[in-house]
């Protein structure tokens, strides 16, 4: 039974630990200047239906989404009811990284 414990004890620990707010792993200043030189052209005004920065009621219900499945809307693109998301904004130069933190950013703004 001890063992038992130990173990389940264990698997809690290394779950609670991966489990650490994923904005964490972003840089939301470098997301700030991704924001400013590529995503504001679409998300200041609402281009092509984008929620825009600082739009707590647009931004709510892709927000309970989570910031993973917002990154990879946005590294992929995607086509929803409300508008669309280009592939990276529409820079394919930008990396995974530059357009998570841009997505750190614009949800921290947004809550």
Same mark, same amino acid.
């Given at each position: 039974m001890s063992r =038992?414990?130990?173990?389940?004890?264990c698997a809690l620990f /290394?779950?609670?630990m991966t489990s650490v707010d994923a904005k964490a792993a972003y840089d939301v200043a470098a997301g700030q200047k991704t924001y400013d030189t590529t995503c504001a052209a679409c998300h200041k005004g609402g281009l092509l239906g984008a929620p825009k920065l600082g739009d707590?009621? %647009?931004?709510?219900?892709?927000?309970?989404?989570?910031?993973?499945? =917002?990154v990879s809307k946005s590294v992929k693109g995607f086509q929803g009811k409300a508008g669309t998301m280009p592939a990276k904004g529409g820079d394919a130069k930008l990396t995974d990284a530059q357009v998570g933190? %841009? /997505?750190?950013?614009? /949800?921290?703004?947004?809550?």
């Open positions: =038992l414990f130990t173990a389940a004890s /290394v779950i609670s707590k009621a %647009a931004w709510a219900p892709r927000i309970t989404q989570g910031l993973d499945v =917002l933190n %841009a /997505v750190a950013y614009l /949800v921290g703004q947004s809550k």
